[in-house]
């Protein structure tokens, strides 16, 4: 149709509505607007107009083309935006306007609080139920809770067997049925249950053991996260660490008016490739352990096995320290050619301090250049507190007849100590270590698959296991990314 014909098939449309004495139909109007948005991207179109004015029959498929996807894409962004799927809309052919009318009427009926375009999703009856029996677990348990769920505190004297009874009785099932079941019965009843992705009482109890988890990781008395870096991989092949360090580009050359800039290509120098594995447990409820009603297995033991894998990694990471291992580049970590080693062990003291802090600010990049380490952290083993208090808090050198002053007064060095230096040490001497900035520089890293730093825990199912199993695993990685970042005095026995 060319523009006149669209013209005047808008004319008859009104004519018959006036004739007949009525308004325009829904479709009429839809019609009418149809025929008035192609008229529009057909005067918008330059190809081929004929003398007449009229424009050709391809160009007003081309026009009606690009208003057709104009009209998806709104309706499609609009409908996205209130959590609403658009393709009904895009199907039934609506104009935007009465697309943004419907949106409204659907948002109304379903009485959903709009809040700056978004539609807050309200939770369900049986959710508030299973967050409300979790936190009566574990307020019974004695865990403190910020901010119980409410009605938390009606579920805070109900045993195992009679939360059982409730989750099974919202399911429909008989209570006074479920009431004379010997706790024997219940507890085959509710096995049934375990693998039920519906099922409440299962889903109540991973949900209390992964509040235990989450509360117990953050608790552990571990020091390695204060002075090392902490990393994300995104799978288990080995990681390079970003690549490459860059250096040796030499200073930067003077350009006169209207120079030329000249080209350089940077040296570059492999890092070691970074790589997490998995570590994991699986831990039980028994049969005896619902009999019996023991509400601290849910608490004791998942915090159990959550401290051990943070310890584990606590572990871990000292004994890199300790052992001294050889490195990516084939020489121990800490080493003469590496600038980073004291060669005479001795305590820590106002002037073996001095040493490793002049010690770390004479080293130099890959290429020879010197850089700058901020020294940060002084990790040493238990034992050597008090001595390190009166080092850093003195303002005159302490035992000095002259009052001489303290060059390491108030000096920012933070002291992590840790007993597992002393623990992996035995009988020898207890090395001590400086560390720079993390921020600025490299030593130790500590990679988590995706950054979950918590442990993961999932239902299980063992051939023969009597009880609710669970797997709990933590995937983790640790490397020694550089070797200028980190100091050692060998120490003394």
Not at 33 to 48: E, G
Not at 209 to 220: D, F, H, M, P, R
Not at 450 to 478: K, M
């Given at each position: 149709?060319?523009?006149k014909?669209?013209i005047?098939?808008q004319?008859?449309i009104?004519k018959?509505a006036?004739?007949e004495?009525?308004?325009l139909?829904?479709?009429e109007?839809?019609e009418f607007n149809?025929?008035?948005?192609?008229?529009?991207s057909?005067k918008?179109?330059?190809?081929a107009?004929d003398?007449?004015g009229?424009?050709?029959d391809?160009?007003?498929?081309?026009a009606?083309?690009?208003?057709?996807k104009?009209?998806?894409?709104?309706?499609?962004a609009?409908?996205r935006?209130?959590g609403?799927?658009?393709?009904?809309?895009i199907?039934?052919?609506?104009?935007?306007?009465?697309c943004?009318k419907l949106?409204?009427?659907?948002?109304?009926k379903s009485?959903?609080p709009i809040?700056?375009g978004?539609v807050?999703?309200?939770e369900?009856?049986?959710?508030k139920?299973r967050?409300a029996?979790a936190d009566g677990?574990?307020?019974r348990m004695?865990?403190?809770i910020?901010?119980?769920?409410?009605g938390?505190?009606?579920f805070?004297?109900?045993?195992?067997?009679?939360l059982?009874?409730?989750?099974?009785g919202r399911?429909g099932?008989?209570?006074?049925?479920?009431?004379?079941m010997?706790?024997?019965e219940l507890?085959?009843?509710?096995?049934?249950?375990?693998?039920?992705p519906?099922?409440?009482f299962?889903?109540?109890?991973?949900?209390t053991i992964?509040?235990?988890?989450?509360?117990e990781?953050n608790?552990?008395?571990t020091t390695?996260?204060?002075?090392t870096?902490?990393?994300?991989?995104t799978?288990f092949k080995p990681t390079p660490?970003h690549?490459y360090v860059l250096?040796?580009?030499?200073d930067?050359?003077?350009v006169?008016?209207?120079g030329?800039?000249?080209?350089s290509t940077?040296?570059?120098?492999l890092?070691?490739?970074?790589?997490?594995?998995t570590?994991?447990?699986?831990f039980?409820?028994?049969r005896?352990?619902?009999?019996?009603?023991?509400?601290g297995?849910l608490?004791e033991?998942p915090?159990?096995y959550t401290r051990?894998?943070?310890?584990?990694?606590d572990?871990?990471?000292?004994?890199?320290?300790?052992?001294?291992?050889?490195i990516?580049?084939g020489?121990?970590?800490f080493h003469?050619?590496?600038?980073?080693?004291i060669?005479s062990?001795a305590a820590p003291?106002?002037t073996t301090?001095q040493?490793i802090?002049?010690?770390?600010q004479?080293?130099?990049?890959?290429?020879?250049?010197?850089?700058?380490?901020v020294p940060?952290f002084l990790?040493?083993p238990?034992?050597y507190?008090f001595?390190?208090?009166?080092i850093?808090?003195?303002a005159?050198?302490?035992?000095?007849s002259?009052n001489?002053?303290?060059?390491?007064?108030?000096y920012p060095l933070q002291?992590?100590?840790?007993?597992w230096?002393n623990a992996?040490?035995?009988?020898?001497?207890?090395?001590?270590?400086m560390?720079a900035d993390p921020?600025?520089?490299k030593?130790?890293q500590?990679d988590?698959?995706?950054?979950?730093?918590?442990?993961?825990f999932?239902r299980?199912?063992?051939?023969?296991?009597?009880?609710?199993v669970?797997d709990?695993?933590?995937?983790?990685g640790i490397?020694a990314?550089?070797?200028?970042g980190?100091?050692k005095?060998?120490?003394?026995?």
């Amino acid at each position: 149709m060319t523009i006149k014909e669209m013209i005047a098939r808008q004319g008859e449309i009104t004519k018959l509505a006036r004739t007949e004495n009525r308004d325009l139909t829904d479709e009429e109007i839809r019609e009418f607007n149809d025929l008035q948005t192609k008229i529009d991207s057909a005067k918008s179109v330059s190809p081929a107009d004929d003398k007449s004015g009229s424009v050709t029959d391809e160009t007003v498929r081309q026009a009606a083309r690009a208003a057709e996807k104009s009209r998806i894409a709104d309706i499609t962004a609009m409908c996205r935006s209130f959590g609403i799927d658009p393709q009904p809309h895009i199907d039934s052919d609506v104009s935007v306007d009465e697309c943004r009318k419907l949106v409204l009427e659907e948002l109304q009926k379903s009485s959903g609080p709009i809040n700056a375009g978004r539609v807050t999703v309200t939770e369900s009856e049986e959710d508030k139920f299973r967050a409300a029996a979790a936190d009566g677990l574990l307020l019974r348990m004695g865990v403190d809770i910020a901010k119980p769920a409410d009605g938390a505190n009606e579920f805070r004297g109900m045993s195992l067997r009679d939360l059982a009874i409730e989750c099974l009785g919202r399911d429909g099932e008989n209570t006074a049925s479920l009431l004379r079941m010997s706790r024997d019965e219940l507890y085959s009843r509710m096995s049934r249950e375990f693998f039920n992705p519906t099922s409440a009482f299962p889903a109540i109890l991973d949900a209390t053991i992964k509040k235990t988890i989450v509360e117990e990781y953050n608790k552990v008395p571990t020091t390695f996260q204060a002075w090392t870096r902490k990393g994300s991989v995104t799978d288990f092949k080995p990681t390079p660490d970003h690549s490459y360090v860059l250096g040796g580009v030499g200073d930067f050359e003077l350009v006169p008016e209207n120079g030329e800039l000249k080209n350089s290509t940077p040296s570059t120098s492999l890092l070691p490739h970074r790589k997490v594995d998995t570590y994991g447990k699986q831990f039980s409820m028994s049969r005896q352990a619902f009999i019996n009603d023991d509400i601290g297995f849910l608490s004791e033991v998942p915090a159990a096995y959550t401290r051990a894998a943070k310890r584990t990694i606590d572990k871990a990471v000292y004994k890199i320290l300790v052992s001294n291992p050889a490195i990516y580049d084939g020489t121990a970590l800490f080493h003469a050619n590496h600038k980073n080693l004291i060669t005479s062990g001795a305590a820590p003291s106002q002037t073996t301090i001095q040493d490793i802090i002049l010690l770390a600010q004479g080293q130099t990049d890959p290429f020879g250049e010197p850089i700058y380490e901020v020294p940060k952290f002084l990790v040493v083993p238990m034992g050597y507190e008090f001595v390190l208090a009166t080092i850093f808090k003195s303002a005159q050198v302490v035992g000095s007849s002259n009052n001489d002053i303290n060059p390491l007064y108030n000096y920012p060095l933070q002291v992590v100590q840790t007993p597992w230096i002393n623990a992996l040490a035995g009988e020898s001497a207890k090395p001590w270590f400086m560390v720079a900035d993390p921020s600025s520089s490299k030593s130790i890293q500590v990679d988590y698959l995706n950054g979950q730093e918590t442990p993961t825990f999932r239902r299980s199912e063992p051939a023969g296991q009597l009880g609710f199993v669970w797997d709990i695993w933590l995937d983790w990685g640790i490397t020694a990314v550089d070797y200028r970042g980190i100091y050692k005095n060998p120490g003394v026995v």
